[in-house]
């Protein structure tokens, strides 16, 4: 049950192509933002479609993945842990950040792929 207690999954869409940076002792790290939707019916029956951005961080081989593979606009499903940290901006403004930390990743389906 341990492994449930900070587990996030989502399906979404690349909202742009994977910041990628390699370090000195050769770890790679990947940055990039997923982009989910929620729809419902309001009071009137109108539908309505919620976006919601999402931070997501892969490391190692993932990341080496994420650079070779993904593309902005390509849905994939992710599999994480939520983190979050504060830090204090150039003014001294407290700023605080919410990412997934990605432990596993499934490309669905390629921008460039023709929808079914």
Same mark, same amino acid.
């Given at each position: ?7 996030? =999954? ?5 909202? =742009? ?11 790679? *790290? ?21 976006? =919601? ?13 994420? &650079?070779?593979?993904?593309? @902005? ?25 919410? &990412? ?6 499934? *490309?669905?389906?390629? @921008?460039?792929? &023709? &929808?079914?």
């Amino acid at each position: 049950m341990n492994t449930l207690r900070n587990k996030v =999954q989502l399906i979404g869409n690349l909202g =742009q192509n994977p910041e990628i940076r390699t370090f000195d002792n050769g770890k790679a *790290m990947a940055r990039f933002s997923l982009a989910t939707k929620d729809s419902y019916a309001d009071a009137n029956g109108k539908k309505i479609t919620e976006t =919601q951005w999402h931070n997501l961080v892969a490391w190692g081989n993932l990341a080496k993945i994420a &650079e070779k593979y993904l593309i @902005k606009g390509s849905e994939i499903a992710v599999e994480g842990k939520l983190t979050h940290r504060t830090y204090d901006d150039k003014d001294g403004k407290k700023c605080y950040y919410t &990412e997934v930390v990605v432990s596993d990743l499934v *490309m669905l389906r390629n @921008k460039n792929s &023709e &929808e079914e």
